[in-house]
């Protein structure tokens, strides 16, 4: 789910542009299961953790874990970033970390399940500095046998 | 950003024309959620990537009530304070975590009054660590835009954006911020006040 930078007011699309963005030679990209037997994790780039929780700092690569169980009441948002509405996720987590409507989808059997736990990353970080902590965060998906994942951009 | 994903090369992403920091598209609006959320989940039966699929629905425009005024005066005066002026949006804050059931306050682990005086502190010339003072300020601007969602003419999320930068107390003492806080010889205080203090939008307003 991403935006186009010619649609946003020039001041704000002129600092996205200067941000760097890393290429790859090739994609990875793999067939797998039916959506309806497929676990799935989300993966926010808001910022969001449990209120208490250490908030996010400028350069912060790290994630915050969300367990399916948080309560929306329970959730805060710590993006360093100035630049993005956040009156939406003010009224309503799933416009941002849409946990209610994949807990649907379930229960319509379009989707397999859902995982135990899910996250968010901060996403204003470089992406080096999130590196490792992906790489970890792949381990600790693949113990929770999800095997897919909706990346939530913010 | 599209453009960005066109660089990246994803194995799949879907786009969508929604206002940045709305991903899911509209609040409160659970089947238009599902439709965008099943969109992106749809995707994974693709194996012809790298796939980058239009999401066919916009968010139509919220009509902005033309002329719109905040109904409950807040317009800084003199002899007022930002202290007086959190404590009067305090019921109207109030309001709205009893509408919503909940409270995206709380990242400062500050209350609300204690947050507001980090902010006094730092325009009494007395800088505060840059990551306190940053948690407290977005902690204080939940607080005041919850407030507003819960007047009895709450006006659009734009227009109470648009009250917040111009006729309030706090919004005035970030602006005056922002100067003392880039010429800070702290490296985290430029970080602040050049970047995550003042949206670009509202940039224009530090030259008035």
């Not at chain 1, 994790?41 to 953790?49: D, E, P, Q, R, V």
């Not at chain 1, 996720?89 to 941002?96: A, P």
């Not at chain 2, 007395?126 to 919850?146: F, G």
């Amino acid at each position: 789910m991403v935006k186009r930078l010619s649609d946003m007011p020039e001041v704000e699309a002129a600092h996205l542009r200067r941000l760097d963005c890393p290429t790859y030679d090739d994609t990875a990209l793999l067939s797998g299961k039916p959506l309806a037997e497929r676990r799935v994790a989300i993966i926010s780039t808001a910022g969001l953790h449990k209120r208490g929780d250490r908030p996010f700092r400028p350069g912060d690569g790290s994630y915050r874990v969300i367990p399916a169980e948080t309560k929306a009441s329970e959730l805060v948002m710590s993006h360093i970033s100035v630049n993005f509405d956040r009156t939406g996720f003010q009224q309503d987590l799933n416009v941002v970390f849409p946990i209610d409507r994949l807990r649907e989808l379930v229960a319509e059997s379009a989707v397999g399940s859902m995982a135990a736990i899910h996250y968010s990353f901060m996403g204003a970080f470089p992406p080096a500095a999130a590196e490792p902590h992906a790489r970890h965060l792949t381990g600790l998906l693949k113990a929770d046998k999800v095997d897919a994942a909706l990346l939530v951009p913010v | 950003m599209r453009e960005h994903t066109e660089i990246v090369r994803p194995p799949r992403a879907l786009w969508v024309t929604f206002e940045l920091g709305r991903p899911l598209g509209i609040p409160d609006d659970p089947p238009f959620q599902r439709r965008v959320a099943k969109a992106a989940l749809d995707l994974l039966a693709r194996t012809d990537g790298p796939v980058l699929a239009d999401y066919p629905e916009d968010v139509p425009e919220v009509t902005d009530f033309s002329g719109w005024a905040c109904p409950i005066s807040l317009a800084p005066s003199e002899v007022d304070s930002l202290a007086a002026e959190i404590d009067r949006l305090g019921t109207w804050y109030d309001q709205s975590m009893a509408k919503q059931g909940r409270t995206t306050v709380g990242v400062s682990g500050l209350d609300i009054p204690a947050a507001g005086a980090l902010v006094s502190r730092a325009l009494n010339n007395d800088l505060p660590e840059a990551q306190a003072l940053k948690e407290a300020i977005d902690d204080l601007r939940a607080y005041y835009l919850e407030a507003a969602s819960a007047f009895p003419d709450p006006g659009t999320a734009t227009t109470r954006k648009k009250w917040f930068w111009d006729e309030t107390q706090l919004a005035k003492a970030l602006l005056a911020l922002q100067p003392r806080l880039a010429a800070s010889s702290d490296p985290q205080h430029k970080i602040l006040g050049n970047l995550t203090l003042i949206p670009a939008t509202e940039r224009h307003r530090l030259r008035q």
